[in-house]
């Protein structure tokens, strides 16, 4: 059966035997994880990125965003999980999945290479025990 609602449990690590109508979040692994709200009782485990998912907490109901499409499931169920409640979305033709699967594929590489541009590695500063060889050259000009 179907659920409409949700509750949601902040852990550390996830139990070995998630609760049905429970969205479980760690924060420690950045991943959310229930049992698929379908009933079917495939454990969906989402992960928090600027690439996947990422998640709401206003102080009394967690939501998640964007929407989960459970393609890899037999079930595959598709919703939202939106302030506790499961709004339940239409199920995508394979076609749909496929395209869908493509454009996230190139989503999360554009995505990788701004990353790069935008933050290029951290290099170490070296401090300034010598002159610099300008600094050096300047000085052998204004010695003559
Ligand atoms: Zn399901």
Known sequence: MSRAAYDHKFVKAFPDKLDEGILYVSVEFSTAAHRCF??????????????????????????INPSIGNWSFPCQSHYILDGGRVHWADKWSRERIELGRLLDRDRKERHYKGELQASPPPRPIEPASRPGILARFTRWLTAR
């Open 38 to 63: 379908c009933g079917c009782g495939s454990e969906v485990y989402t992960r928090f990125s600027p690439r996947d998912w990422s998640m709401k907490f206003n102080g009394e109901v967690v939501s």
